[in-house]
């Protein structure tokens, strides 16, 4: 985490950015515009990311004196800051003095965001009209934008929120007097908690009713910007559209934009169970009503499905109104991709199958996208190599054939995987499942064709 500035405004004022990023896949998960930035501003925005993304294990930060007493006059105390950390059991870990590449990863997206979005707008109206422009950009980051640090993958296919079940067992507590919540009416008044001395209470996120939660509907009216957020979830409308109301129908899988009781859109939801629980007891949302246009349960696909996508520069398809990450070796490529809930299978035109990949999709969801058709036969499996060989993946996901590195992901850390090299392509096996298909880039022959068999020639 760090704070930058820059943020212009129109009246000649200058705000902060509060900003964290996820070491290990470059998500940014905090990008918080603030008038200044005080403790409370940064613990506010710390507590906001704890909620929608999880608890992580540490959290770096400078020294400054929002993070940290460290350098402040008289006894070193413990922060706001240090507190959230200590009460959530995260360690909080300090840079060395005047060493400010300890935390480069941040202080490099301070130089793009600014590059690419600070230097180049007129100042901001107001602090919310910077907030939305922030938060369009940061979407692209996130989601659509290549790294050459993450071999050419977007942040979001790396980046893994702590799941729900380990959320419910560890709840996110901050103190009170940073951010107070209301607790549901009820008829019948609870136990209160006996103050502890020296001590404030705690207060714990929106007090979640029991069960499971259906779909919920949100009205909210489209912001000036045209870009529309709802827990994290960024919603695109356009200018055009802004100020008009809208009805939001969320559940844990879709998205449905509705317009006058019309449907506008549908998209991927990025909600879960916790998200639409904390709508529903903080009075935003309430449980959805019957729709006509629902297609319901009668029309969703049962089995397998295939549909036809052209992948883009980048390697990207267009899947139930979301960008789907196929691979940049498949750019500008005509593909067919089979899903049934479970696997993404990537086809050519004679239908030989060239990688395998997650459904991002349910199986209830895969019958609704467009042009979906019933599912052919199963795939044919590629043609043999010339050159085979084993390799174990490097901890980072990651292997070296024919002078070759190829990622493949920290999924298949440690485990043998099998390279089939042709004369314009790699294609890696994890036992009959195919991974990917790589352009080759180098001429090298294998030398070394079974896993392990270089540390053998060491001590030979």
């Given at each position: 985490m760090d704070i930058v500035g820059g943020v212009l405004l129109a009246d000649g004022g200058e705000c902060k950015m509060v900003t964290g990023i996820d070491d290990h896949s470059r998500f940014v998960v905090i990008a918080k515009v603030v008038q200044?930035?005080?403790?409370r501003a940064v613990c506010l925005a710390f507590g906001d990311a704890l909620l929608r993304f999880g608890v992580p294990e540490e959290v770096l930060t400078d020294n400054g004196k929002q993070f940290t007493a460290r350098f402040g006059p008289g006894k070193p105390g413990e922060t706001m800051f240090d507190r959230i950390c200590r009460e959530n059991g995260i360690?909080?870990?300090?840079?060395?003095?005047?060493?400010?590449?300890?935390?480069?990863?941040?202080?490099?997206?301070?130089?793009?965001?600014?590059?690419?979005?600070?230097?180049?707008r007129d100042p901001f109206a107001d602090l919310e009209s910077a907030q939305d422009a922030v938060d369009g950009w940061l979407e692209d980051y996130n989601r659509m934008r290549p790294h050459q640090s993450l071999d050419m993958a977007v942040p979001a296919s790396r980046f893994v929120p702590?799941?729900?079940?380990?959320?419910?067992?560890?709840?996110?507590?901050?103190?009170?007097?940073?951010?107070?919540?209301?607790?549901?009416?009820?008829?019948?008044?609870?136990?209160?908690?006996?103050?502890?001395?020296?001590?404030?209470?705690?207060a714990e996120a929106w007090p979640l009713p029991e069960g499971e939660v259906g779909a919920v509907e949100v009205e909210?009216?489209?912001?000036?910007?045209?870009?529309?957020?709802?827990?994290?979830?960024?919603?695109?409308?356009?200018?055009?559209?802004?100020?008009?109301?809208?009805?939001?129908?969320i559940d844990v899988n879709r998205l449905h934009v509705l317009i006058g009781g019309g449907r506008h859109k549908t998209l991927p939801s990025k909600l879960t169970g916790r998200d639409l629980r904390a709508l529903l007891a903080s009075g935003e949302a309430r449980p959805a009503?019957?729709?006509?246009?629902?297609?319901?349960?009668?029309?969703?696909?049962?089995?397998?499905?295939?549909?036809?996508?052209?992948?883009?520069?980048?390697?990207?398809?267009?899947?139930?109104?979301?960008?789907?990450?196929?691979?940049?070796?498949?750019?500008?490529?005509?593909?067919?991709?089979?899903l049934d809930g479970r696997l993404l299978q990537v086809l050519d035109e004679q239908?030989?199958?060239?990688?395998?990949?997650?459904?991002?999709?349910?199986?209830?969801?895969?019958?609704?996208?467009?042009?979906a058709r019933p599912a052919g036969p199963p795939p044919q499996l590629p043609p043999p190599a010339d050159q085979i060989a084993e390799r174990t993946v490097s901890t980072v996901g990651g292997f070296t054939v024919a002078g070759q590195r190829i990622q493949i992901g920290?999924?298949?850390?440690?485990?043998?995987?099998?390279?089939?090299?042709?004369?314009?392509?790699?294609?890696?096996?994890?036992?009959?499942?195919?991974?990917?298909?790589?352009?080759?880039?180098?001429s090298k022959e294998v030398v070394i064709r079974k896993s392990g068999e270089h540390n053998r020639r060491k001590i030979v």
């Open positions: 200044r930035a005080t403790a360690t909080h870990r300090l840079t060395k003095p005047q060493s400010p590449t300890t935390t480069g990863k941040i202080e490099r997206f301070h130089q793009t965001l600014r590059r690419e979005l600070l230097d180049l702590r799941p729900r079940t380990e959320q419910q067992a560890l709840p996110v507590v901050l103190p009170a007097r940073l951010a107070p919540i209301p607790a549901p009416a009820t008829s019948e008044p609870g136990p209160e908690r006996e103050p502890v001395a020296g001590r404030e209470p705690v909210r009216v489209v912001p000036a910007s045209g870009n529309l957020s709802l827990r994290g979830q960024q919603i695109w409308f356009g200018p055009a559209l802004a100020g008009i109301t809208v009805t939001l129908r009503r019957p729709w006509a246009d629902d297609p319901g349960p009668a029309a969703q696909a049962s089995g397998a499905v295939e549909v036809d996508r052209t992948v883009n520069a980048v390697g990207y398809v267009g899947l139930g109104g979301d960008k789907v990450l196929i691979g940049w070796p498949f750019a500008g490529q005509r593909v067919t991709l089979r239908r030989v199958l060239q990688a395998t990949l997650p459904s991002p999709l349910p199986a209830s969801a895969c019958g609704r996208l467009q042009g920290r999924g298949y850390a440690h485990q043998v995987v099998t390279a089939h090299l042709g004369e314009e392509t790699i294609r890696v096996f994890h036992g009959d499942e195919l991974i990917t298909t790589v352009p080759r880039v180098t």
